[in-house]
């Protein structure tokens, strides 16, 4: 745990956090500012900081936060419709928290591009 990283002190409950899953792997909760009727951020227990830090011993932990996403999909409803998720990596694409983090974003029809 890096004790100056936000979403290490959501995942050891050491600030509020809507958590909606979690394993020994992985913890999902409600983003803050949601930007869709479903905005859950998907995170691995480990602290990393970007997709940039994705190495072979990650290959699995990543895997399971897109199926994780995938399961919440179907059970709130939207999965058929489709949904988007997104990894943010770096400044120039948006990223402010600097703790590997995947948006599950549904409930609604999504433009692409994106801005
Ligand atoms: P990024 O811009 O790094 O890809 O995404 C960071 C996300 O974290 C944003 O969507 C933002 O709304 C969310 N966020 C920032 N602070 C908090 C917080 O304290 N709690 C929760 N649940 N989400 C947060
Ligand atoms: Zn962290």
């Not at 480990?46 to 996403?69: C, I, K, M, W």
């Not at 943010?88 to 402010?96: E, I, K, L, P, Y």
């Amino acid at each position: 745990m890096d004790p100056n990283c936000l979403f290490c002190k959501i995942v050891a409950r050491k600030i509020p956090g809507k958590i909606v899953f979690e394993n020994e792997r992985v913890v999902a909760f409600e983003d803050i500012a949601p930007v869709a009727p479903t905005h859950v951020l998907l995170v691995p227990r480990e602290h990393f900081a970007s997709t940039l830090e994705v190495d072979l011993s990650r290959h699995a932990v990543v895997g399971e936060l897109v199926q994780v996403a995938a399961q919440l999909a179907r059970e709130r409803g939207f999965a058929a419709d489709g949904y988007r998720l997104v990894f943010n990596t770096n400044a120039g694409a948006g990223q402010t928290v600097f703790h590997l983090h995947l948006h599950l974003l549904g409930g609604r029809t999504f433009r692409w591009p994106p801005g």
